[in-house]
């Protein structure tokens, strides 16, 4: 579904792992390290600063609730946006608040991808905000935040 | 003074004889007027019935059900039905106390009134009820079984579903979604579905690699006239609430995007009304309604509700049906220009020494269980007190679970799931194999032992508390709180996760639980493939247990206090 290039920051965030963390049983990574700070630095850095003008709307992401497999939780992304030569869509990163390092991906396309849409899997270390940024031609930056829950799980019924 | 069971077969005859009614009987049942014709009396209304069923739990047989006491309701639902309990449930629906209908509906002096009202359910009386809502209303009903209907009995974990598809299919239903049925392995069920006479409807459901269905969305049925479409919705969190190893292909979730689109095309493909048949829990149904368009009806399931009246949310209607075979709704519907313009709803319970068997179907009950009969009549033990399992934050069933746990395993704590199915037994009753099982049958009932910090009991203890009092419904179970032995603690249900659980102590000598400390802990089910499979049944164990018992006494406990803002 997607016309674009995907530049995949680190590898192993897309990286499906056996072995899932089970009821009451494993657990969360201890090793979670980023945090809506961090997130924030890196969304700076990559937006050049940016990011602290960013708009609610025009960003769509769409997510689980409730991650059924926090190691490949599937993403669609869409902005909406015509995509001419004028005005399309640039590039939209996603930054985790909870993961051992907030970067996660960034997609870059141009008014030739016809749409702004993408999908892909990453992998969710724990309960957190996963963050999209997309940036448009005119300098415009649109922001949108979404909580996926990882649980425990293995007591419903 | 008549034997109330001889008194109701003398009716019967009677009935058989004059071709006539019950009518005008008084049964022998303090005083009080239930006749299988009181159950099924119903104004009828409009060109089409839906006769609702759900989480039958594979309970073929008449049970005794306690309904909770506890049922909290956070966020938007708090105050609302189903979150009604009790003193304040009577009053909400004007029924009188010690009644009939309190009995089947109410925690109230269940004990007592068990004795005086006897069993419920019975999937033999079921299908007499369902057969003579058919012979009123020919051509315009449509059966529709909300799931978790195979799992809950020994005859259906070793027939792995079989014997319940057999019974149920003596009642020809039109529709069934899933949630349970899913842990007989992605395999399995595919066989049984494949033994169906009618569809299982799962439009939520699919796969994990390409995102393709894997079941039929909706089906379109035509009844005097009116096109029907029946969307199905299993249960969005079985790969969460479940082993998703035994189903790995498949991904579930509310995806409410996707029901818009299932309901959307079935108006375009020109259904008069359209029907959820849902899995999903009553308050995600509450909620999907406000933000799904053009559903009419939504006949609920999974976290058991038995509600006598509809509820109405943004033009649909909610049906929520029990559990254990314990109720059959029937809904009416007058449909005029795609709309529903009139309906009638009664939730009638069943009574099983009042409504007859329906022979051909007692026959069927009888053939699934006769290999294993003697085993399951087996009295291990007997109870003083009432034995239940729903609530919110515990059972008197789940306590003994939980100490069995703890006694045989010798742990300082135990944990064990928050189910909602499992009938009650009542203060004197013996305890059978068969009741041990309906506690007990599911595929991964392995006990472990295992050594959890304080700080990681809290985290599971918390995490489960969020899966119950999320005030965003879409982020609940429906299951009931993990049931803890040898810990006491105290719950805001209305705080948010990690600030729920305080006051945590040991119940053995009173110590506060230690963030940093290490305790052994005993459970079962675990959802991870080796633990849940790999060890002991936790039947061997508890029966071991009672057995050692003899009468087991088991008075409500009060190690968990729940607070509620």
């Known amino acids: 579904m997607t016309n674009m290039k995907v530049e995949v920051l680190d590898r192993r965030q897309f990286l499906v792992t056996a072995g899932a963390a089970a009821a009451f049983i494993g657990g969360f990574s201890s090793a979670a390290n980023a945090t809506p ?23 769509k992401i769409d997510l689980p609730e409730i991650a059924e497999n926090g190691n490949t939780v599937p993403v669609k992304l869409s902005v909406e946006s015509p995509m001419t030569a004028d005005s399309y869509v640039k590039s939209v990163h996603l930054v985790s608040e909870g993961n051992p390092g907030p970067e996660m991906a960034s997609f870059h396309f141009t008014p030739a991808s016809g749409k702004a849409n993408a999908a892909a899997r990453m992998r969710l270390a724990k309960t957190q905000n996963v963050v999209g940024i997309a940036e448009m031609s005119d300098g415009k930056f649109y ?15 | ?7 109701i077969h003398a009716s019967l005859a009677t009935l058989a004889l004059a071709g006539g009614s019950l009518s005008g009987y008084r049964s022998a049942i303090a005083g009080q007027k239930i006749t299988q014709d009181e159950i099924l009396k119903f104004d009828a209304k409009g060109q089409i019935t839906l006769i609702h069923v759900g989480d039958i739990h594979s309970q073929a047989k008449p049970i005794y059900f306690r309904e909770p006491s506890v049922n909290i309701g956070v966020g938007e639902a708090l105050g609302l039905p189903p979150h009604l309990t009790g003193k304040e449930m009577l009053k909400k629906f004007g029924i009188k106390a010690g009644s009939p209908q309190a009995y089947a509906l109410n925690s109230e002096d269940f004990g007592q009134l068990a004795k005086t009202y006897g069993k419920m359910g019975g999937l033999d009386r079921v299908a007499t009820l369902v057969k003579a809502i058919r012979a009123e209303r020919p051509n315009k009903c449509l059966l529709l079984d909300s799931g978790d209907t195979w799992q809950g009995s020994w005859t259906s974990l070793q027939t792995r579903g079989e014997d319940m598809v057999k019974i149920m299919a003596m009642m020809k239903p039109d529709a069934i979604t899933g949630h349970w049925e899913f842990t007989y392995g992605a395999e399995r ?28 969305a909706t089906k379109m049925y035509e009844r005097n006239g009116v096109k029907i479409a029946v969307v199905g919705q299993a249960f969005p969190y079985t790969p969460v609430a479940n082993p998703r190893w035994m189903f790995p292909d498949w991904s579930f979730g509310i995806r ?41 009806v939504i006949l609920t399931g999974h976290t058991h509700d038995a509600i006598p009246t509809t509820v109405n949310v943004n033009n649909t209607l909610l049906v929520a049906s029990g559990c254990s075979g314990k109720f059959v709704s029937r809904l009416d519907l007058d449909i005029k220009d795609k709309k529903v313009a009139g309906f009638n709803f009664k939730l009638m319970p069943v009574f099983s020494d009042v409504i007859a068997k329906d022979a051909a179907v007692t026959k069927v009950i009888d053939e699934t269980r006769a290999p294993y009969e003697k085993h399951l009549n087996e009295v291990i033990g007997t109870t003083t007190n009432t034995l239940f399992r729903r609530g919110n934050m515990s059972g008197t069933f789940d306590d003994l679970i939980c100490t069995a746990l703890i006694d045989k395993q010798d742990a300082e704590i135990s944990l064990s799931p928050g189910f909602r199915w499992g009938p009650s037994l009542i203060p ?28 990681r009991i809290k985290e599971i203890l918390e995490d489960v508390g969020d899966n119950l009092f999320n005030k965003d419904p879409y982020f609940q179970q429906g299951g009931d709180m993990v049931r803890v032995g040898g810990l006491a603690f105290d719950m805001d249900a209305s705080k948010n996760i990690g600030e729920r659980i305080t006051n945590m102590k040991l119940t053995r000598n009173g110590k506060d639980l230690e963030a940093g400390k290490t305790y052994s802990v005993a459970g079962w089910a675990s959802v991870n493939e080796d633990t849940g499979t790999k060890g002991t049944p936790v039947w061997e164990l508890v029966r ?10 088991l008075k409500s406990t009060d190690h968990i206090k729940l607070t509620n803002g």
């Open chain 2, 1 to 7: 003074m008549i034997d109330r069971r001889d008194f």
């Open chain 2, 544 to 553: 071991e247990w009672i057995k050692d018992k003899k009468t087991v006494d």
């Open chain 2, 256 to 296: 409410d995007k996707m029901v818009q689109a299932h309901v959307t095309k079935a108006r375009a493909d020109g259904a008069d009304v359209v029907v959820l048949l849902s899995h999903n829990g009553f308050d995600v149904d509450r909620k999907l309604a406000t933000r799904v368009q053009g559903i009419d």
């Open chain 2, 189 to 216: 069920v595919k066989e049984l579905i494949d033994m169906l006479e009618f569809p299982f409807l799962a439009g939520n459901v699919i796969s994990t690699e390409w995102e393709e269905p894997v079941f039929e």
């Open chain 1, 143 to 157: 922001v949108s935040k979404t909580q996926v829950k990882v649980t425990i799980g293995g007591c419903g019924g």
């Open chain 1, 37 to 59: 700070e961090t997130a924030a630095a890196l969304l700076k850095e990559l937006t050049k600063g940016g990011a602290a003008g960013a708009m609610e709307g025009k960003i």
């Open chain 2, 428 to 455: 004197g009753q013996d305890i059978t194999n068969d009741d041990l099982y309906n506690q007990t049958a599911m595929t991964y009932p392995s006990v472990y032992k295992l050594d959890f910090t304080g700080k």
